[in-house]
């Protein structure tokens, strides 16, 4: 009791600050979101995202290999497909040549040590832009699994160390694992967007993928953002179903299934600083309206203080330069 106990005494100085800090923010904890394109020699900045960029095959891996020497373990890969490849199926996505496999190829063999994940799903070659197979409007569940098992081997195949997919079927990991374990690739990891809610901070991405839905939204895959219980329960049944890190995204507005998770699970739990509040903060400081780089710390420790041990965001590159500064 007061004035026995004084809160402030810990926080007098600097030294003492450090010596009772509770999270840590690392380098070593964080996957940087890298864009493909088809092309060559091509880095098309995008609208809706400052400072993101999206890159041919040539570029990305120079990208990469920058990113791998700041000492950032790992890299998340989406691919920008062309309009003309677009089906219902994701067709396209099993093309041997296609950009994710070239890029995948490209990177494991150039930079062997960097940890290559891959984003599995099919909005980015659907004709609909949604996560599944489309019929009379209704997104088909386990024939989007099938594809997504048969996508998942072929990155695999290629070289990708972590396949995540992030379309929020039902048993797609399951399938994913049993493809994998059949194949004899036992030691690709599965990072499962478990708890993936259907939000409008994807706003962003969607215009750098050109994915948006061309009907409905995605209610009914991605969770209602009102609900924690059903979170925790698509998180343990992923893990049931094989997966070995489980996701949440959003990151900031969903901390408290975070923690949640981190409370209830033993696996290791990522999360996914999405494109809106990447943005969000972008815009805030083009305004001059915050310190930005203050802000990006605090941001990024908050998913550590919550419970995650990595964090996918777009300030990857700058947190590490914030970090460094910091030493
Ligand atoms: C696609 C996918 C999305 C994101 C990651 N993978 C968009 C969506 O589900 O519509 C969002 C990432 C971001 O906003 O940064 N399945």
């Known amino acids: 009791m007061y004035p026995l106990k004084r809160?402030?005494?810990?926080?007098?100085?600097?030294?003492?600050?450090?010596?009772?800090?509770?999270?840590?923010?690392?380098i070593s904890d964080l996957l940087a979101p890298l864009f493909l394109i088809d092309g060559s020699n091509i880095k098309e900045s995008v609208d809706s995202m400052p400072g993101v960029y999206r890159y041919s095959v040539d570029l990305a891996l120079k990208k990469a290999k920058k990113l791998y020497d700041m000492g950032i373990p790992g890299i998340l890969l989406f691919a920008k497909i062309d309009q003309k490849l677009k089906d219902n199926s994701g067709e396209s996505a099993l093309n041997e040549n296609g950009l994710m496999q070239k890029a995948i190829r490209q990177i494991k063999k150039n930079i062997p040590n960097l940890i290559l994940c891959a984003d599995l799903a099919l909005d980015p070659y659907s004709i609909y832009g949604h996560d599944g197979i489309v019929e009379n409007k209704k997104i088909i569940n386990d024939r989007t699994n099938n594809v997504l098992a048969e996508i998942a081997l072929s990155y695999a195949k290629n070289g990708a160390d972590i396949i995540a997919p992030s379309d929020m079927m039902d048993g797609r990991v399951y399938c994913i694992r049993k493809i994998l374990e059949k194949n004899n690739f036992v030691?690709?990891?599965?990072?499962s967007y478990s708890v993936k809610f259907a939000s409008s901070f994807y706003g962003?991405?969607?215009?750098?993928?050109?994915?948006?839905?061309s009907f409905g939204d995605k209610k009914t895959y991605q969770m209602d953002f009102r609900n924690k219980k059903e979170g925790i329960n698509e998180a343990l049944q992923d893990i049931e179903e094989g997966a070995d890190i489980i996701m949440v995204k959003p990151g900031l507005p969903y901390l408290d299934i975070v923690n949640e998770l981190s409370n209830k699970t033993n696996v290791p739990i990522a999360v996914y600083q999405v494109s809106g509040e990447y943005s969000m903060i972008k815009s805030a400081e083009k305004m001059g309206w915050i310190n930005y780089k203050n802000v990006v710390i605090e941001?990024?420790?908050s998913f550590k203080r919550a419970g995650a041990s990595i964090i996918i965001t777009y300030f990857a590159e700058e947190a590490v330069k914030f970090l460094k500064e910091n030493e």
Do not use: K
């Open 204 to 213: 962003p991405f969607r215009n750098v993928l050109d994915s948006n839905p």
């Open 187 to 191: 030691d690709t990891v599965i990072m």
């Open 299 to 301: 941001q990024l420790m």
């Open 7 to 26: 809160n402030r005494r810990l926080r007098t100085t600097a030294a003492l600050r450090e010596l009772v800090s509770e999270s840590t923010l690392s």
